[in-house]
Protein backbone atom coordinates (compact mmCIF):
# COMPACT_ATOMS: atom_id res chain seq x y z
CA UNK A 1 0.00 0.00 0.00
CA UNK A 2 0.99 3.46 -1.16
CA UNK A 3 1.65 6.21 2.22
CA UNK A 4 1.92 9.41 1.27
CA UNK A 5 2.58 12.40 3.57
CA UNK A 6 -0.08 13.91 5.61
CA UNK A 7 1.01 17.85 6.65
CA UNK A 8 0.56 18.09 10.71
CA UNK A 9 1.26 20.82 12.76
CA UNK A 10 4.94 21.60 13.40
CA UNK A 11 6.82 19.40 10.48
CA UNK A 12 9.71 20.32 9.19
CA UNK A 13 9.85 19.15 5.23
CA UNK A 14 12.09 19.48 2.86
CA UNK A 15 10.65 19.95 -0.88
CA UNK A 16 12.32 17.96 -3.56
CA UNK A 17 11.95 17.99 -7.11
CA UNK A 18 10.14 15.28 -9.01
CA UNK A 19 11.45 12.82 -10.69
CA UNK A 20 9.61 12.06 -13.76
CA UNK A 21 10.01 8.74 -15.94
CA UNK A 22 11.17 10.51 -19.02
CA UNK A 23 14.43 11.42 -16.58
CA UNK A 24 13.28 15.27 -16.76
CA UNK A 25 12.74 17.09 -13.19
CA UNK A 26 9.49 19.26 -12.20
CA UNK A 27 9.14 20.85 -8.58
CA UNK A 28 5.58 19.99 -8.63
CA UNK A 29 2.74 18.44 -10.82
CA UNK A 30 -1.09 20.06 -10.18
CA UNK A 31 -3.89 17.48 -11.66
CA UNK A 32 -7.82 17.81 -11.18
CA UNK A 33 -9.38 15.54 -8.80
CA UNK A 34 -12.98 13.85 -7.95
CA UNK A 35 -14.23 11.47 -5.30
CA UNK A 36 -16.48 9.41 -6.86
CA UNK A 37 -17.52 6.21 -5.52
CA UNK A 38 -15.33 5.62 -2.47
CA UNK A 39 -12.51 6.65 -4.57
CA UNK A 40 -10.36 9.52 -5.93
CA UNK A 41 -9.63 9.99 -9.77
CA UNK A 42 -6.88 12.12 -10.99
CA UNK A 43 -7.25 14.24 -13.60
CA UNK A 44 -4.05 15.98 -15.78
CA UNK A 45 -5.77 16.54 -18.86
CA UNK A 46 -7.98 19.57 -17.82
CA UNK A 47 -11.58 17.29 -18.27
CA UNK A 48 -12.79 17.21 -14.54
CA UNK A 49 -12.33 21.53 -15.11
CA UNK A 50 -14.01 21.31 -18.53
CA UNK A 51 -16.83 19.56 -16.83
CA UNK A 52 -17.16 21.80 -14.31
CA UNK A 53 -18.06 24.40 -16.20
CA UNK A 54 -20.19 22.55 -18.27
CA UNK A 55 -22.23 20.63 -15.84
CA UNK A 56 -22.70 24.34 -14.14
CA UNK A 57 -23.69 25.67 -17.55
CA UNK A 58 -26.94 22.95 -17.88
CA UNK A 59 -27.55 23.07 -13.95
CA UNK A 60 -26.22 20.16 -12.90
CA UNK A 61 -23.79 21.73 -10.74
CA UNK A 62 -24.76 19.14 -7.98
CA UNK A 63 -23.05 16.63 -9.81
CA UNK A 64 -19.72 18.83 -9.31
CA UNK A 65 -19.65 19.25 -5.56
CA UNK A 66 -16.37 16.56 -5.37
CA UNK A 67 -14.27 18.27 -8.13
CA UNK A 68 -11.08 20.19 -6.81
CA UNK A 69 -7.56 20.89 -7.11
CA UNK A 70 -4.60 18.63 -5.80
CA UNK A 71 -0.58 19.59 -6.46
CA UNK A 72 2.22 16.86 -5.60
CA UNK A 73 5.33 17.30 -4.00
CA UNK A 74 8.51 14.82 -3.22
CA UNK A 75 9.35 15.45 0.15
CA UNK A 76 11.68 14.72 2.61
CA UNK A 77 9.93 14.65 6.43
CA UNK A 78 11.60 12.59 9.45
CA UNK A 79 14.30 10.88 7.47
CA UNK A 80 12.10 9.23 5.28
CA UNK A 81 11.21 9.92 1.33
CA UNK A 82 7.58 10.25 0.48
CA UNK A 83 5.18 12.47 -1.68
CA UNK A 84 3.04 14.56 -0.38
CA UNK A 85 -0.31 16.45 -1.51
CA UNK A 86 -1.47 19.44 -1.30
CA UNK A 87 -4.35 21.96 -1.67
CA UNK A 88 -3.93 25.65 -3.25
CA UNK A 89 -2.91 27.09 0.68
CA UNK A 90 0.55 25.22 0.78
CA UNK A 91 1.33 25.22 -2.74
CA UNK A 92 1.04 29.26 -2.91
CA UNK A 93 3.33 29.64 0.14
CA UNK A 94 5.68 26.58 -1.34
CA UNK A 95 5.87 28.51 -5.05
CA UNK A 96 6.02 32.14 -3.07
CA UNK A 97 9.23 30.66 -0.97
CA UNK A 98 11.06 28.65 -3.56
CA UNK A 99 10.37 31.11 -7.07
CA UNK A 100 13.21 31.01 -9.15
CA UNK A 101 15.09 28.03 -7.18
CA UNK A 102 16.95 25.58 -9.59
CA UNK A 103 16.39 22.32 -9.58
CA UNK A 104 20.11 21.99 -7.83
CA UNK A 105 19.25 24.59 -5.65
CA UNK A 106 15.53 22.20 -4.14
CA UNK A 107 18.23 19.31 -4.12
CA UNK A 108 21.07 20.64 -1.83
CA UNK A 109 19.53 24.26 -0.36
CA UNK A 110 18.88 24.30 3.29
CA UNK A 111 15.09 25.76 2.46
CA UNK A 112 12.43 23.68 4.35
CA UNK A 113 8.12 24.20 5.00
CA UNK A 114 7.23 24.59 8.40
CA UNK A 115 3.57 23.87 8.75
CA UNK A 116 1.19 25.34 10.97
CA UNK A 117 -1.86 23.94 10.80
CA UNK A 118 -4.99 25.04 12.75
CA UNK A 119 -8.77 24.90 12.60
CA UNK A 120 -11.61 26.90 10.91
CA UNK A 121 -14.95 26.15 11.10
CA UNK A 122 -17.37 26.74 8.55
CA UNK A 123 -20.97 25.08 7.08
CA UNK A 124 -21.30 22.87 10.85
CA UNK A 125 -17.56 21.31 10.39
CA UNK A 126 -13.96 21.85 11.10
CA UNK A 127 -11.35 21.80 8.78
CA UNK A 128 -7.74 21.85 8.30
CA UNK A 129 -6.03 25.82 7.63
CA UNK A 130 -2.07 26.41 6.98
CA UNK A 131 -2.38 30.27 6.49
CA UNK A 132 0.67 30.09 9.29
CA UNK A 133 2.70 27.80 7.55
CA UNK A 134 6.46 29.51 6.09
CA UNK A 135 9.69 28.64 4.52
CA UNK A 136 12.85 28.53 7.01
CA UNK A 137 16.07 27.38 6.60
CA UNK A 138 17.20 24.38 8.38
CA UNK A 139 20.24 22.34 8.38
CA UNK A 140 20.53 18.97 7.03
CA UNK A 141 22.38 15.92 5.50
CA UNK A 142 21.95 17.47 1.49
CA UNK A 143 23.88 15.47 -1.37
CA UNK A 144 27.05 16.45 -2.87
CA UNK A 145 25.45 16.84 -6.41
CA UNK A 146 27.15 18.53 -9.14
CA UNK A 147 26.00 17.23 -12.08
CA UNK A 148 22.28 16.19 -13.64
CA UNK A 149 23.43 12.68 -14.29
CA UNK A 150 23.90 13.22 -10.35
CA UNK A 151 20.80 14.37 -9.52
CA UNK A 152 19.12 11.68 -11.22
CA UNK A 153 21.10 8.93 -9.79
CA UNK A 154 20.51 10.22 -5.95
CA UNK A 155 16.79 11.03 -6.83
CA UNK A 156 16.11 7.51 -8.46
CA UNK A 157 17.93 5.58 -5.29
CA UNK A 158 15.65 7.81 -2.87
CA UNK A 159 12.61 8.78 -4.55
CA UNK A 160 9.96 5.95 -3.60
CA UNK A 161 8.48 5.52 -7.46
CA UNK A 162 7.33 7.48 -10.12
CA UNK A 163 4.18 9.65 -9.60
CA UNK A 164 3.06 9.56 -12.67
CA UNK A 165 2.45 5.73 -12.16
CA UNK A 166 0.24 6.36 -9.54
CA UNK A 167 -2.27 9.15 -11.40
CA UNK A 168 -1.62 7.26 -14.26
CA UNK A 169 -3.76 4.24 -12.08
CA UNK A 170 -6.12 6.20 -11.12
CA UNK A 171 -7.04 8.18 -13.58
CA UNK A 172 -9.56 9.71 -15.82
CA UNK A 173 -8.86 7.25 -18.77
CA UNK A 174 -8.48 4.48 -15.90
CA UNK A 175 -12.21 4.82 -14.43
CA UNK A 176 -14.07 6.14 -17.89
CA UNK A 177 -17.00 3.77 -16.78
CA UNK A 178 -17.85 5.47 -13.45
CA UNK A 179 -17.28 8.40 -14.97
CA UNK A 180 -19.41 8.53 -18.12
CA UNK A 181 -22.24 6.67 -15.86
CA UNK A 182 -22.46 9.54 -13.38
CA UNK A 183 -21.57 12.07 -15.57
CA UNK A 184 -23.80 10.86 -18.50
CA UNK A 185 -21.05 10.06 -21.02
CA UNK A 186 -19.51 12.89 -20.60
CA UNK A 187 -16.00 12.06 -20.70
CA UNK A 188 -15.80 9.56 -23.50
CA UNK A 189 -18.01 12.45 -25.48
CA UNK A 190 -15.21 15.07 -24.74
CA UNK A 191 -12.52 12.57 -25.35
CA UNK A 192 -14.00 11.92 -28.79
CA UNK A 193 -14.33 15.64 -29.19
CA UNK A 194 -10.56 15.78 -28.65
CA UNK A 195 -9.42 13.27 -30.92
CA UNK A 196 -11.39 14.51 -33.50
CA UNK A 197 -10.24 17.57 -33.31
CA UNK A 198 -6.29 16.66 -33.74
CA UNK A 199 -7.00 14.05 -36.92
CA UNK A 200 -9.17 17.52 -38.28
CA UNK A 201 -5.73 19.34 -37.85
CA UNK A 202 -3.58 16.93 -39.49
CA UNK A 203 -6.19 16.67 -42.21
CA UNK A 204 -7.38 12.82 -41.50
Known sequence: MIEFYKPEDG?????????????????????????????????????????????????????????????????????????MQTGKKITDIIKEGLQNRSIGSLLTGDLHLKIKKGFVNGMGNSFPNFDGSSIVENKWNSPNISTTKDAVEWTMNNQPFYIENFLEKNSVFSNLKILNEYYDNAFSDLIAEDRNKKLEYIGI
Open 11 to 83: DIVKILPILRKDGTFCPLIKTGFVYLDGRFIYDQSNYLKRIWYNERFVNKSNKTSNIGERFWFFVLINGEFKF
